[in-house]
């Protein structure tokens, strides 16, 4: 399966690239999103969740969502924590 890395965040792109991504995608569930993104990126951008066993990880935080939808005219997956879009986009 195809793995996705770290593009950008919406503070670091634009209104009109994010709202077309944001306006066309469609949500996904915490498992799917992480078949194409690996935990250990995501844990690069949140080091303040644990890894694998810890009570607190960013898989068990309800607050999160997992979308997936096009990016700049590429498939992308992106996961929504605090009010703050983080893309990830195909090798």
């Known amino acids: ?4 890395k770290y593009e ?3 503070v670091q792109s634009t209104a009109e690239l994010i709202d077309d991504m944001t ?14 993104v690996s935990i250990k990126d995501v ?5 303040v969740y644990g890894l694998g066993s810890c009570i607190r ?3 068990s935080d ?6 997936k939808g096009f990016y700049n005219g590429m498939r992308c997956y992106y996961l929504v924590h605090s009010a703050i879009e ?4 195909g090798e």
């Open 1 to 4: 399966m195809q793995k996705y």
């Open 8 to 10: 950008t965040c919406c």
């Open 23 to 36: 306006e066309n995608s469609v949500s996904i569930t915490k498992e799917t999103f992480f078949k194409h």
């Open 43 to 47: 844990h690069s951008l949140f080091p």
């Open 57 to 59: 990880t960013i898989k």
């Open 62 to 67: 309800y607050h999160v969502s997992y979308h």
């Open 86 to 89: 983080y893309i990830f986009i």
